[in-house]
């Protein structure tokens, strides 16, 4: 029992000696000739040495001290530091590693006896005179019992003779003296203590000399800190951080019954538990507090053998080592951390010849920065490498098929840098021995999120790549926001929520919107989609009638969304406690606690709730394919005209369509018919007041009356609104379909969602003749086809062509557009599918003889290629004229070869 | 399993083959759990539904700062659901992660079989009850239907 005692507290300490030794053999490449330095990894390593000696773990000894021989070497100044002899000495230490792991499991050494390892380590070592091995007799040479220590004595006899003079020289006396006092002892004693030894070895480095003082004053600090600290089990520690927790839930139970209570007395008593308690929970918090130089530690090493490796140079630094963090979290980022970092050093650093190419200099770096903000800690990981080819990035998602062609070109270069978290992205010809290792960067990601965490990645193209971590202090007690919907009361956890909402009376029926059923939120002119806490949970709609609205709007992946719940209570500390086995596959739920009231509540997992109630799609795939609910306009550019009318701040109709604005001073108008009019240029023009027609307000004229006049062949119409705003010429990057009958949709235009008005359906509520194809001008009646795959250009289009007359008939793809002509009589058909969807029409057209003469008019800017030749006519987007010339032209010579085709078919048919 | 029998009461040549159960009822059916395996027995506990869940997971209860689930019995076992007038007991039976509460109709005594009373479940016992049920023991005038802890929570949720 002793023995395991003491075994265990030799691999606890020989661990964190070999960790620091790593962290310090990495740092004497840099600073190789630092005398502190070498002190401290000779006395790390003879402390190992020691150690192995006194519990008979021979094969480690004779391992150790080989190495210890050469690093002695290294301390003399015999011999400088080359790579070579520090991957030897790295070796050596992954044996000793190895051997430790092997005691700790099963009490005995792993039987290899590192031949090959040793014979490479003693040449090295004799390379050099062999009699500078400055082995003095360490406590080890005499307690190892066994052959190997046998042999080593032999060899290390004639040597002795030699040695004595030397070391007189070089140690003062006194100290030679108590090192073997101390190693006679040790003899005497059979089991001495470990520290023994470490006290021994310390007393070793004064021996170097010069810096015997500076040397001294280390130890004395050192033993210091080692009086004031003890070691705590961890599980001890995660029985108190528990007992805690339950201390927080009494104590919140405690407030909740003394603030009911008119006793003075209970009160101030139950104020003094609470700041007692929330102090003891920021101490207990405080133990388990780990510094994220712990896991740093491990990387100068990672990233050494990397570039040695790749035949790269990188310098490692580190800012903020110091930060601390959660042991739990620790243990968690550990992996995700360490994955980013060889990704780094394998993908992103370049060659020192690409880099010099490049104008940078040979060395890359690779920064690695810890600090606090806000109650998290983020860790970012920088690197001056080549940054992410976000071409190849897209191509490779597409290939794969986890993104469509033209989401690639709508995505920004940000959002496709970051598509390297998506399951399944590898770039496959990257791929070495050392990266894609199992850990892919989505299990990256999906570990930090894990933990709470976010994990975002910005890549500058040629200047290099930085990942930024957010994680949260602690896991066990999280701020949160209490909700309740549908009669139950939930958790948000804070760091989800970005700000709540509260909508009343009227502004709830006008400010939520829905597109296609889905509910939508105006906020600050942008659109954030919605979800009812109580649909989402399948919980009974309990203020249903209620004319105020809770919106809580949160965060999940750089999303936003707004949840509706009934009633917002108020924020607590809350100890998060795990699901039982039975509920942890439900992704709605992070976890549950204990209410003040002792009753359980559950904690809302905000990613979860957000992707089951389809705000937040499952994957990017979805967000951008589901073509019912967003759509993509293409980019297009034109010039709008923006005005308001009622409660819509802002609304666009293309500047083409507009014949002249108007003012008419509102004793103009008239009322005729029930109609609004006004006379103008002689004539009698009809007013349309766009508020009323939208649903969006009364008709309320202002003096003067702003009024936007169109004008459709020899007939004009107005457009009665409250303000004309600007003139806006831009392209439109995001469009979605309308939700509301008289809008196509909205865009974002100016940096403002803008509606898009339906024209044509608008000016019918006055005027039903309006656009409802038997205008007068025109003889045709035979609809126009119109094919594209975004709901708001179609509407665009259809715009004009009802303006001018022509009933329109829409299609989405060239499936649709087939299928519709196969039931409608369409007498043109204008396309607009990129990149191939326009061709694919075409000849499906032309080898289908029902459809064959029907003329097909394709909008520029969608086919890379020249017009073929195939389409009867090309033009531009918005060039209305352009459109209704080339249909007319068309038109009429389709009826003329209509009837010629009728006579063919009559003929055909005798 | 015998060995679970050493020290709850002085072994007799007769007692170490015979076992303890904890008896509850839960519809017309008469079950035990082995004794060792019942952590507590409790009244009817407030409980907080969780939306989403499976219909046997009647919700999660506080018992002294423990969340523990709890299934109910009936809709585990496919029998028809509780009345409003009756109330469910509960058992908390320990496993392997932390304790989880079973609700049933009626809480029995602790009773002790003698092992040659056992024997398999027959086989024209409805699948959903036939999988749970490890044996039988044949008491004087009733049946005991031993309940096997682990399979009756080996339910998954997901959503």
Redesign the interface.
């Known amino acids: 029992m002793e023995d395991r005692e003491l075994i265990n507290e030799f691999l606890i300490e020989s661990g964190e000696n070999l960790n620091r030794l790593e962290t310090e053999i990495v740092d004497l490449e840099q600073r190789p000739k630092d005398p502190a330095l070498l002190a401290s990894i000779f006395r790390t390593i003879h402390t190992i040495k020691g150690t192995c000696g006194f519990l008979s773990f021979g094969n480690l000894e004779n391992v150790t001290h080989i190495a210890e021989n050469i690093l002695s070497q290294l301390r003399n100044g015999e011999r400088s530091l080359t790579p070579q002899l520090t991957s030897l000495v790295l070796e050596m230490m992954d044996a000793i590693r190895k051997e430790l792991a092997s005691i700790e499991a099963t009490s005995l050494e792993s039987g290899e006896t590192y031949d090959d390892l040793r014979a490479r380590l003693t040449r090295t070592c004799n390379e050099i005179r062999p009699e500078i091995s400055v082995m003095a007799p360490s406590p080890a040479d005499h307690a190892g019992p066994g052959k190997a220590t046998v042999t080593e004595a032999e060899e290390s006899a004639p040597r002795m003779h030699q040695i004595v003079p030397t070391a007189s020289e070089l140690r003062p006396p006194a100290a030679v003296a108590i090192e073997l006092v101390e190693a006679g002892q040790a003899c005497a004693v059979s089991v001495s203590p470990p520290n023994k030894v470490s006290e021994e070895i310390s007393v070793d480095p004064p021996a170097v000399g010069a810096n015997t003082a500076e040397a001294e004053k280390q130890t004395a600090t050192k033993a210091s800190i080692a009086d004031s600290t003890i070691r705590v089990d961890v599980g001890l520690l995660d029985k108190l951080m528990n007992l805690v927790g339950e201390l927080v839930l009494a104590r919140n139970q405690i407030l909740q019954f003394s603030s009911k209570q008119d006793d003075g007395t209970l009160n101030a008593t139950a104020q003094r538990l609470n700041l007692i308690t929330t102090q003891l929970q920021e101490g207990v918090m405080k133990t388990r507090m780990q510094p994220i130089g712990v896991v740093w530690n491990k990387l100068p090493r990672v990233v050494r053998d990397l570039a040695a490796s790749c035949g790269k140079q990188i310098q490692l630094d580190m800012d903020g080592a110091e930060t601390e963090l959660d042991k739990s979290i620790i243990e968690a980022i550990k992996d995700p951390l360490t994955h980013i970092v060889r990704n780094c050093c394998d993908h992103g650093i370049e060659t020192p010849e690409t880099r010099m190419q490049a104008g940078k200099s040979g060395q890359g770096r690779l920064l690695l920065r810890a600090y606090h903000e806000g109650g998290q800690v983020n860790i970012e990981i920088i690197d001056d490498g080549g940054g992410i080819n976000i071409t190849r990035v897209k191509q490779k998602a597409v290939e794969r098929g986890l993104l469509r062609p033209e989401q690639a070109e709508q995505m920004t270069d940000r959002e496709a840098a970051n598509l390297v978290f998506l399951p399944g992205l590898s770039t496959a010809k990257e791929v070495t021995s050392i990266s894609g290792r199992g850990v892919g960067m989505d299990v990256v990601k999906t570990n930090i999120e894990k933990i709470g965490g976010v994990v975002d990645l910005t890549s500058r193209p040629g200047d290099g790549t930085t990942v930024k971590i957010k994680i949260p202090l602690t896991l066990a007690i999280i701020p949160g926001l209490v909700v309740s919907s549908g009669g139950e009361r939930f958790i948000i956890p804070q760091v989800s929520l970005l700000e709540l909402l509260r909508v009343e009376g009227e502004a709830v029926q006008k400010q939520i919107e829905r597109i296609h059923g889905a509910p939508v939120y105006r906020r600050r002119g942008s659109l954030l989609p919605i979800a009812f806490l109580n649909e989402v949970l399948r919980l009974p709609d309990s203020a249903s009638e209620s004319d105020v609205l809770n919106i809580v709007v949160l965060q999940a992946e750089n999303r936003q969304f707004g949840l509706v719940v009934d009633d917002i209570n108020d924020t607590q500390e809350i100890v998060v406690k795990p699901l039982s086995k039975q509920l942890k596959g439900m992704t709605s739920y992070a976890g549950a606690t204990i209410m003040g009231d002792g009753k359980v509540a559950l904690i809302l997992d905000v990613l979860g709730i957000g992707q089951l109630s389809g705000v937040l799609s499952e994957s990017l795939e979805h967000t951008r394919t589901d073509d019912s609910r967003h759509e993509m306009a293409h980019e297009e550019r034109q010039t709008f005209l923006l005005f308001r009318a009622g409660s819509f701040e802002r609304i666009a109709v293309p500047l083409s369509l507009v014949a002249r604005l108007e003012e008419f001073p509102a004793s103009r108008i008239e009322r005729a018919g029930g109609k609004l009019v006004v006379q103008y240029r002689e004539r009698i023009l009809q007013l349309t007041p766009l508020a009323p027609a939208l649903g969006a307000g009364p008709c309320e004229l202002t003096d003067p009356a702003q009024v936007i006049v169109f004008a459709e062949g020899d007939r004009m119409a107005g457009l009665v609104v409250d303000q004309i705003l600007d003139i806006h010429d831009e392209a439109i990057h995001i469009g979605s379909a309308g939700s509301q009958p008289r809008l196509t949709g909205s865009a974002v235009l100016g940096g403002k969602v803008t509606d898009f008005i339906d024209l044509p359906a608008v000016l019918r509520t006055t005027d039903e003749a309006w656009g409802s194809g038997v205008a007068p001008k025109h003889h045709t009646s035979t609809p126009v086809l119109v094919a594209d795959a975004s709901a708001f250009s179609r509407g665009q289009i259809r715009n004009y062509l009802e303006i001018s007359g022509y009933p329109v008939v829409e299609a989405s793809g060239p499936q649709e557009a087939l299928a519709k002509l196969g039931h409608h009589p369409v007498g043109a058909v204008v396309v607009s599918l990129p990149p191939t969807g326009a061709k694919e029409l075409l000849e499906e057209m032309r080898r289908m003889p029902s459809l064959k003469s029907i003329p097909v008019i394709t909008v520029s800017g969608d086919d890379t290629g020249e017009n073929d030749g195939r389409f009867d006519a090309r033009v531009d987007r918005f060039d209305r004229g352009g459109l209704l010339r080339s249909l007319e032209r068309l038109s009429e010579a389709l009826n003329e070869e209509g009837v010629s085709a009728e006579l063919a078919s009559v003929g055909g048919q005798e | 399993m015998t060995t679970h029998q050493a020290g709850i009461a002085e072994p007799t040549p007769s007692m170490l083959d015979s076992r303890q159960y904890s008896t509850f009822t839960v519809g017309d059916l008469f079950f035990g759990i082995e004794v060792l395996d019942v952590q507590e027995v409790l009244r009817h506990l407030?409980?907080?539904?969780?939306?989403?869940?499976p219909s046997v997971?009647e919700?999660?209860?506080?018992l002294r700062?423990?969340?523990?689930?709890a299934?109910d019995m009936r809709t585990r076992l496919g029998l028809p659901q509780r009345t409003e007038y009756e109330t469910s007991m509960n058992m908390v039976v320990r496993?392997e992660?932390?304790a989880?509460s079973l609700l049933v109709d009626e809480i029995g005594d602790v009773i002790e079989v003698q092992s040659d009373a056992f024997e398999s479940t027959p086989d024209n016992l409805p699948a959903e009850q036939r999988e749970l049920i490890r044996g039988i023991y044949k008491l004087d005038g009733r049946l005991l239907l031993v309940l096997s802890a682990d399979r009756v929570?080996q339910?998954?949720?997901?959503?």
Do not use: C, R
């Open positions: 407030e409980m907080t539904s969780v939306p989403l869940a997971i919700g999660l209860i506080n700062g423990q969340i523990v689930t299934l496993s992660d932390g989880v929570l339910i998954a949720a997901t959503s």
